[in-house]
């Protein structure tokens, strides 16, 4: 068998002996132990199982040997007791009232943990909107309960928007390695890719990954037994995530690209913008679905704490510095809210050299586009492409066409884009036509009215997932209530000033908005998704 697969190389690690390639759902020991594995990972060589290697490097289960059916059965049986805990019929629990406020009800936990599973369900109906496997109802039930039993068993940090995104690549993994499995595998692979067991392993895994990740969603919120999230009344604290990427910026973008980092700081682009995005997805909207795999698996080397993804970042930035120092803070923050223009295995590669300069060589610059109008241009096009292929979808396919977290990102780019040109274009328009004919009249004033609505903004930069999604940052007596924000309307044709007439200001109309904001709603009836299941069928 090491004949066949020995290609008469010599590994680095080891020059003495020989090198064997690994292959395929083959689990001889010299291709799957810890050693080898790393080294696979980081050249993105690692073999399928994929899904096993990861749980391997993860320190889930051990390398392939005789205990590890025994780690794989116990994380199994864990689920199996999980679910059966956290899925306790209230109405067996005899002398409980259904209208009990004690946090010890069964009915009161009934009542909390169907609130914390519509909250998840409104998130993982929208899982990958162009990936058909998870418009099925029954693979979106399986996200719901995994999301909510790893919630309820660390309720610090508890269940929070995004998490649903990295469950999704893990499962699209186990199916692959399920599907792609061939019919002459050996017994440990054959007990390992049941697919009876497929939601345990999922758990299995997003457990593993949370517990470097879970970090960066905390917020200082801590969850009664209930699951409930307190109603605090104060300015939340600086979170994990927020001080972690200010030691980035500080230790690390500073020493290693000043440049790159002042010019962020002048251009007035905090790393939270999209940091806090990178970090909670594991870069998962930053490059293509095929390549996020490697990525993970590069990640993964590392170990369970991930103690390395800094250098992620930096190479993330660095890779487009060019682009970046070239652009003013529309166009910056365009670049950073968008797909990643280098490719994974540069971002990896210099990922390495930032680590170990003398290990690892600086690897060649890829090739960009030059920073232009029409490059930024293009990134507006790619919105209202996506939004053209979302509709489409929706009306071939039968999927919802919910809009995804990818297409936040780039609609915020798109709304970055209209504000540095529309008021710009719309001001010279009006000033080439000073006799504007009729029937342009009104098309002008609309186009007026969106650049002045488009101009009104806080002019330092709010990070949109802290704002919107942890209300971190901002005093909670405003959340759940109605505020007034200025919006300076086009101004309309004055009469001639007589003498008897007394100059009037300019008045700004308010328009009112509500922020909703979910654990603090004081009801079912407060809350924007009344009836999750709509999700499906409306």
């Not at 690692?46 to 051990?62: D, F, H, Q």
């Not at 936040?408 to 274009?425: E, I, Q």
């Amino acid at each position: 068998m090491e004949q066949n697969n020995t290609n008469g190389s010599v590994s680095p690690s080891s020059p003495s002996k020989p090198y064997i390639e690994a292959s395929d759902y083959d689990l001889q020991f010299p291709t799957w132990s810890m050693e080898y594995l790393k080294k696979a990972a980081v050249e993105h060589r690692l073999v399928r199982p994929r899904s096993l290697a990861w749980a391997i490097l993860l320190n889930a289960v051990p390398p392939p040997s005789e205990d590890i059916l025994m780690s794989i059965r116990g994380h199994r049986n864990f689920y199996d007791d999980l679910r059966k805990k956290l899925s306790m019929d209230p109405r067996g629990v005899i002398g409980d009232d259904p209208l009990s406020q004690r946090e010890e009800s069964a009915w009161k936990q009934h009542f909390c943990d169907n609130e914390l599973k519509a909250m998840i369900l409104q998130d993982v109906v929208r899982t990958f909107p162009d990936e058909a496997y998870f418009r099925d109802k029954v693979v979106q039930d399986l996200m719901v309960r995994v999301l909510f039993y790893w919630s309820r068993a660390h309720p610090c940090p508890g269940y929070r928007q995004g998490m649903h995104e990295v469950l999704a690549p893990l499962l699209l993994e186990l199916r692959a390695d399920r599907r792609a499995a061939p019919r002459c595998i050996s017994d440990t692979l054959r007990y390992y890719l049941q697919e009876d067991y497929l939601e345990h392993d999922s758990y299995m895994l997003f457990s593993a990954i949370m517990k470097g990740l879970e970090k960066f969603y905390w917020t200082g919120d801590v969850p009664s037994a209930s699951g409930r999230l307190p109603l605090s009344k104060t300015i939340h604290n600086q979170n994990e995530v927020i001080r972690y990427l200010d030691k980035v910026r500080e230790e690390y973008l500073m020493l290693f690209d000043p440049d790159l980092a002042t010019h962020l700081a002048e251009c007035s682009i905090s790393m939270e913008l999209f940091g806090i995005r990178w970090l909670r997805l594991l870069f998962g909207r930053e490059f293509p679905r095929s390549d996020v795999p490697h990525l993970w698996g590069f990640i993964f080397s590392d170990g369970p704490m991930l103690p390395n993804v800094h250098y992620v970042i930096l190479a993330m930035l660095i890779s487009i510095r060019s682009i970046l120092l070239a652009a003013d803070t529309a166009r910056a923050l365009c670049v950073l809210m968008r797909p990643s223009a280098a490719g994974v295995r540069h971002v990896c590669a210099l990922a390495l050299h930032l680590r170990a300069p003398h290990a690892h060589p600086a690897p060649r610059a890829p090739a960009h586009a030059p920073p232009s109008h029409e490059n930024i241009l293009d990134a507006s096009s790619s919105v209202f492409a996506f939004e053209q292929r979302a509709e489409e979808g929706a009306e071939s396919s039968g999927s919802e066409g919910v809009a995804e977290g990818g297409d936040v990102a780039r609609s915020l780019a798109a709304l970055a884009l209209l504000r540095a040109r529309l008021p710009a274009a719309v001001a010279a328009l009006r000033a080439a036509l000073p006799r504007v004919p009729p029937t342009a009249e009104p098309p002008l004033q609309q186009l007026m009215q969106l650049a002045a609505l488009l101009q009104c903004r806080n002019h330092a930069l709010i990070d949109v997932e802290t704002a919107l999604e942890a209300a971190e940052n901002q005093s909670t007596d405003a959340i759940g209530r109605k505020q007034l924000m200025p919006v300076m309307m086009a101004p309309k044709p004055k009469p001639p000033v007589t003498s008897k007439q007394v100059k009037i200001a300019k008045k700004v109309k308010e328009v009112p908005l509500k922020l909703f904001y979910q654990s603090e709603c004081d009801g079912a009836s407060d809350l924007p998704f009344l009836d999750p299941l709509g999700l499906r069928t409306e």
